[in-house]
């Protein structure tokens, strides 16, 4: 099972990365923008999506993951519950998140140096 430290513990090692916490909510964002966001009590995970594949994927597993909120529809955004996911997996959404908002020299740079 994944828990919010777990998602702590790596975003804090991605380029870039800074943590606030906001309206007791831990955010990662870079310049301002954020990719990854936990819930005040860091079970669900808010994370950058393209907006044009988050229906497929919540329509996959919603056990898993959920739409934001309506008024959040207008962001690259989906939810997750973090029991339901594995480290893999997490690995995965939040590293494609951050890959959203660095520049793509940055990301291609990461992401070659891990082999993917």
């Known amino acids: 099972m994944v828990t919010g430290e777990d998602v ?3 975003a ?3 380029p870039r990365t800074e943590e606030a916490l906001v309206r007791d909510r831990p955010k990662f964002r870079v310049r301002g923008i954020v990719y990854v966001a936990l819930s005040p009590d860091e079970t669900v995970m808010g994370f950058g999506y393209p907006k044009e594949e988050r229906a497929a994927l919540v329509a996959a597993e919603p056990a898993k993951f959920q739409l934001p909120t309506p008024s959040d529809m207008r962001f ?9 996911i594995d480290q893999d997996e997490m690995v995965e959404l939040v590293v494609d998140a951050w890959c959203m908002v660095v520049p793509k020299f940055l990301a291609r740079e990461y992401l070659a140096a891990r082999g993917r």
């Open 8 to 10: 702590r513990r790596l």
């Open 76 to 84: 690259n955004w989906v939810h997750c519950q973090l029991g339901e």
């Open 12 to 14: 804090r090692t991605l």
